[in-house]
């Protein structure tokens, strides 16, 4: 199998998977025979917050092509989630980002990996749902401000638009990683060949063992990071497509045998989910999936650093990555066809 075919069956395999690697689990899976998805009649709960306008060197934009965009992410449990009140409520980090962009112009789609380090501007949203300000912090933060799930979500789609120069997330995805294993069982174990060295954690997960998986190593392949290898956010997102790739071979496999199998997966892990879209948009993102030009999985390029953070003032050492500005654009225009309609303020001469 090569990459490309990889690829396509990463993407088909969708939105339901997520737990840090849970990426990718709309399916049409089989010849597109397989029903997955339940065809409510349910309608979308969009965030209604004001559109930032697309703004690229002094030049206001807007999409040229019929696009949609939707964020996908896993969340850690640094947070307190699960409190019944505001007041208590505390956020979690969203380890895992992953965009989804559907051309429906071109009849294309790509994914773009973002780095949980990304150091960004992310506001700083209280828990009554306003943003007091604004700080170039790592990206993955974004998701712990708010009083609820949702706001944390909403944040992070916020955030991420905002990175991307205003180019709008028309819709979310989020799982608890601690999904993960839940994920894992649910599929039978997943079998991957291990490149980097996790004995300190499990003696049996040593480079180029190839092992099936157990829901606690499942875990810890997609979640550890600071006593793994070079301990890089980087690393662990390589470990992600990996698991990701075998993930999907996997359900391919069930599927074909259990025409309700994936809907039985999205059900059993709603549970641990937070979303925006209803299965009916599922269903629509995975049928252009299912039928579009995979255009493959990019990642924003820049550097890594390690080193005390002004922003979060606590004193201790984070790792920050630093997205490459002309890259990044590069990325964007590459990505979404832009019309230009006018200079921005700053632009003006």
Known sequence: MNRKQKMKIAGQIGLVVLGIIVIYLIVMLIDNRIGIFDSG???????????????IDGQEYELAHDMKTYL?????????????????YDGSMADFMLLVVVD????????????????TKVPLLQKDHTAYASADIQMCVSH????????GCENTVRTVSM????????????????????????????????????TEIDPEMKPGATLKLSDEQAYTFVHSRMDVGDGQ???????????????????????????????????????YSTTD??????????????????????????????????ALADGLEHTEFYA?????????????????VGDTEDGEE
Do not use: C, W
């Open 277 to 310: 879209m209803g299965s009916k948009s599922f269903s629509n993102i995975a049928s252009k999936i299912n039928s579009y030009t995979d255009r493959g999985l990019v990642t924003p390029e820049g550097e890594t650093k390690v080193g005390v953070s002004e």
């Open 233 to 271: 956010n980087t690393s662990r997102m390589r470990r992600h497509r990996t698991y990701m790739e075998a993930l999907a071979k996997t359900v391919q496999e069930q599927a074909a045998k259990d025409k309700k199998y994936v809907n039985r997966i999205y059900k059993e892990l709603m549970s």
């Open 104 to 119: 429906d112009t071109d009849q294309t789609y790509r994914y773009i990996q973002l780095n949980r380090d990304t150091i």
């Open 41 to 55: 009649e349910d309608e979308d709960e969009s965030y209604e917050e004001e559109e930032l306008p697309i703004e």
């Open 163 to 198: 990175f991307l120069h205003g180019i709008p997330i028309d819709g979310y995805y989020a799982m608890k990683m601690e999904a993960i294993p839940e994920l894992n069982h649910a599929v039978g174990g997943v079998t991957v060949t291990i490149e980097d060295d996790f």
């Open 72 to 88: 996908i992410m896993g969340t850690d449990n640094s947070g307190n989630e699960e409190a019944e009140d505001r007041d208590s």
């Open 144 to 151: 712990a401000y708010g009083g609820s799930k949702e706001e």
């Open 324 to 340: 490459d500005e002309d890259a990044l654009v590069k990325l964007i225009r590459d990505t979404y066809p832009l019309t230009k």
